[in-house]
């Protein structure tokens, strides 16, 4: 598949407390990889995405929340970009179980941590992110092996494969985006789950089953809102959805919303500007 000669970086000038919120309006323009520095954030865009309306969505949305800050735009080579992950995303802990690694970086052996290997490439969900945090850590002591799980918007697979390692087979996971689903596949066979996992590219409304235990969504609001039509009915009763992508601030509009699909919230959880959650499908009547 042929692979970015360049990325598009966007720096964006804020102070360090204003960061959170400057890096998830970055992330729902589209950014796929984001640096806080002092007194900036770096956002990243594949080459294919329209940097202009990026940023003219960026200052209408900035303006409203009476937030500017400066922005500069430039073209890097995409070797660049693959070096600056490697200078910066070291292996870290995720809630009681997960330890994540890049592949170049080697571990002693984990007796009580589930190692999950994740190369970026050119997608996104290396862990590193709140929103991916906030999944991991509210699935981890829900999933338990015999249980069938859907990946919506998988990225780089972290959370299919974090399943995987949790005992779970017969997963699906795609990806409108082919670059993202080569990229989960890679990272599927770096921890040896390429066999508890079907990838394909592909939307949601493709998926025609109706059974499964759990579904998965980190993917912006806006994404999630458009999604839950095709999802919710795919959900076994007492089946789980968990939900990361929204921003705190969208918190009441976005659970207004939930209200009109059969599902009963059990868990809020905050990271920085970030909520994730847990709801259940309520058993038909």
């Excluded at 802990?93 to 890049?102: A, T, V, Y």
């Excluded at 862990?127 to 991916?132: A, K, R, S, V």
């Excluded at 829900?142 to 972290?158: E, F, R």
Aim: net charge neutral; with cysteine.
């Amino acid at each position: 598949m042929k692979q970015a000669t360049f990325w598009y970086k966007l720096t964006a000038h804020v102070p360090e407390n204003q960061q959170d919120l400057a890096g998830a309006l970055l992330f729902q323009e589209g950014s796929v990889g984001l640096e806080n520095l002092p007194e900036k954030v770096c956002a990243y865009f594949r080459p294919e995405i329209s940097i202009e309306a990026v940023v003219e969505n960026l200052q209408k949305r900035l303006k409203a929340l009476n937030f500017p800050f400066d922005v500069q735009v430039e073209k890097i080579p995409a070797e660049n970009w693959n070096e600056n992950w490697k200078q910066n995303f070291k292996p870290f802990k995720i809630g009681r179980r997960f330890f994540i690694r890049p592949s170049w970086e080697t571990l002693p052996a984990q007796r009580d941590r589930i190692v999950l290997t994740i190369d970026p490439g050119q997608a996104f969900g290396t862990g590193t992110h709140e929103t991916t945090q906030l999944i991991l850590t509210l699935m981890e002591p829900v999933i338990k092996p015999g249980m069938s799980l859907w990946d919506v918007g998988t990225g780089t697979g972290i959370l299919a494969i974090a399943a995987a390692k949790l005992g779970l087979t017969g997963i699906l996971a795609h990806d409108t985006d082919p670059v993202a689903v080569e990229t989960a596949l890679k990272n599927a066979r770096l921890n040896q789950t390429e066999t508890a996992i079907r990838f394909f590219v592909g939307s949601a409304n493709a998926v025609k089953r109706r059974d499964f235990d759990v579904i998965v969504m980190n993917i912006v609001s806006g994404v999630l809102l458009e999604l839950l039509p095709d999802v919710v009915p795919a959900l076994k009763s007492n089946g789980w959805l968990f939900l990361s992508g929204i921003l705190a601030e969208e918190k009441p509009a976005f659970l207004d919303q939930l209200k009109l699909y059969p599902v009963r919230v059990q868990t809020i959880k905050q990271q920085g500007e970030w909520i994730g959650l847990m709801a259940q499908k309520e058993k038909a009547e």
